[in-house]
């Protein structure tokens, strides 16, 4: 298996635009994760998905974001309108049965 | 709340000095407890678990229940130490992840 794999790797985009992230989790994977990660807050945890099912999106910001998991191998995180304040490192993970945490590359995410 | 704090957000030692980097989590069930490394610019990944009693690249955790701690500790710093650590916990199928800790080893 590839591991958790994410697209982009890097994106910038203008404020105001629309940004999807995508996260392919590793196959088999039940439970799904959504992070953001910058130098002020450091780790923070958006939304969790088990078996496909949003179950915690307490972290989720705003209302400009939201994730979806329409399958078991594919999740995306959307930004809508994006801010400046949204520039960070956005991280899937992915884990069976509560077993180790897989980590994606990272999507580096840019808003001017 | 399951929380899980990390008190240094910096640490710095020299080549060959004894590192430990401090974790504390607040649970009140039983934790099952890791450590995450992530090295410059790269994904987050497995350094070691609590359940494992393992030693990974000469680093150690052990479970304090009665401080609730899990602070990692290595003798002797390498300089590819050099990265960021988090602690993490375990409840139900959520990870809790600390602040993080940087930590420099200095040549």
């Known amino acids: 298996d590839a591991g958790v794999i994410q697209s982009p790797r890097h994106e910038v985009t203008e404020m105001g635009q629309e940004v999807t992230l995508r996260c392919k989790p590793i196959?088999?994977?039940?439970?799904l994760f959504w992070y953001r990660q910058t130098m002020m807050r450091g780790l923070e945890l958006l939304i969790y998905?088990?078996?496909?099912?949003?179950?915690?999106d307490s972290g989720m910001p705003e209302d400009r974001f939201s994730a979806k998991m329409p399958n078991a191998s594919f999740s995306t995180l959307k930004i809508q309108p994006s801010e400046p304040r949204d520039s960070a490192v956005y991280f899937c993970?992915?884990?069976?049965?509560?077993?180790?945490?897989?980590f994606g590359q990272g999507t580096r995410l840019t808003v001017v | 709340a399951q929380r899980v704090t990390q008190p240094e957000k910096l640490l710095s030692v020299f080549k060959g000095a004894p590192v430990e980097l401090k974790c504390n989590y607040s649970?009140?069930?039983?934790?099952?407890l890791f450590w995450y490394v992530q090295y410059s610019r790269q994904r987050l990944q497995l350094l070691l678990r609590?359940?494992s009693r393992e030693s990974i690249k000469g680093f150690t955790a052990d479970l304090n229940k009665g401080e609730t701690s899990f602070h990692l500790k290595k003798p002797f710093a390498q300089e590819e130490d050099s990265a960021m650590y988090y602690c993490?916990?375990?409840?139900?199928?959520?990870?809790?992840f600390g602040p993080g800790t940087r930590l420099s080893v200095l040549p």
């Open positions: 993970a992915s884990t069976q049965g509560g077993a180790e945490a897989f």
């Open positions: 196959s088999g994977h039940n439970s």
């Open positions: 998905f088990n078996n496909n099912v949003p179950i915690d």
């Open positions: 649970y009140s069930g039983s934790p099952e």
């Open positions: 993490a916990l375990l409840y139900g199928q959520n990870f809790v």
């Open positions: 609590h359940i």
